[in-house]
């Protein structure tokens, strides 16, 4: 069975700091699909960024990059420029590229962003 | 193109009620899951279901839960007898496809149970 592990529950950072939450998860397949979302107080989930497994170049969405690194099963969001609307919750999660296939997430990390 | 959407946003019942939680999927989706997310807790999987077939409950209690997906309307989470324990957020996702398509969100139902 997959699981997703983040080991941060709560993290703060300055505004225009850099802050980088980690994720690693398991999993005995080599195709799959993992993902970052974004629960903010309002509680609607949104993506953030995603990474195919089988892509070596980490995926990159405007101030937000990932570190994937498939041999150790880590996949951490990097956030810069940090800014008071990046409070929320973040989510990592995982899919498997079957058909049919539920996300798996993690249990997630508080980020806090003050000024 | 609205985005999901689910109703009731809050809903309220006593121990032994049922809740019906429903759940329009983006326009154009065809796939609909169920999560539920419990304090201080991440989404845990529910239900996958394409219309009129449930692909994969395995995260579904076995009692008390039920969940349906018509040809016509929406998707429809039930939970008879309510406890509190099932108090919690449920958040319905819709795809286009399953697997590798992102996944989008409603803006969750609470479900307080007193």
């Known amino acids: 069975a997959q699981t997703v592990t983040q080991s941060q529950p709560e993290m703060s950072v300055q505004e225009a700091e850099t802050v980088t939450l980690s994720c690693t998860y398991d999993?005995?397949?080599?195709?799959?699909?993992l993902f970052w979302y974004k629960q903010p107080p309002s509680r609607q989930m949104i993506l953030v960024i995603r990474q195919e497994a089988y892509k070596q170049q980490n995926a990159t969405e405007n101030r937000f990059s990932v570190n994937f690194q498939k041999a150790a099963k880590s996949f951490s969001l990097k956030i810069s420029d940090s800014q008071l609307g990046d409070t929320a919750m973040y989510f990592c999660?995982?899919?498997?590229?079957?058909?049919?296939?539920?996300?798996?997430f993690g249990k997630g990390t508080t980020l806090s962003v003050s000024s | 193109n609205a985005g999901v959407m689910q109703n009731p946003r809050h809903l309220v019942r006593r121990r032994g009620q049922e809740a019906r939680l429903r759940c329009s999927p983006m326009?154009?989706?065809?796939?609909v899951y169920w999560y539920r997310q419990l304090p201080e807790e991440g989404l845990k999987f529910m239900v996958y279901l394409q219309k009129e077939n449930i692909i994969d409950e395995s995260g579904m209690p076995k009692e008390r839960f039920s969940a349906e997906f018509p040809k016509e309307g929406p998707s429809i989470l039930r939970i008879q007898q309510v406890v509190r324990g099932d108090s919690a957020a449920y958040f319905c996702?819709?795809?286009?496809?399953?697997?590798?398509?992102?996944?989008?969100f409603g803006e969750g139902s609470r479900l307080t149970v007193l």
């Open positions: 326009k154009g989706h065809s796939h």
């Open positions: 999660a995982f899919s498997l590229n079957q058909a049919g296939t539920a996300l798996i």
């Open positions: 996702a819709s795809s286009r496809l399953a697997g590798q398509e992102e996944l989008f």
């Open positions: 999993t005995s397949e080599s195709n799959y699909y």
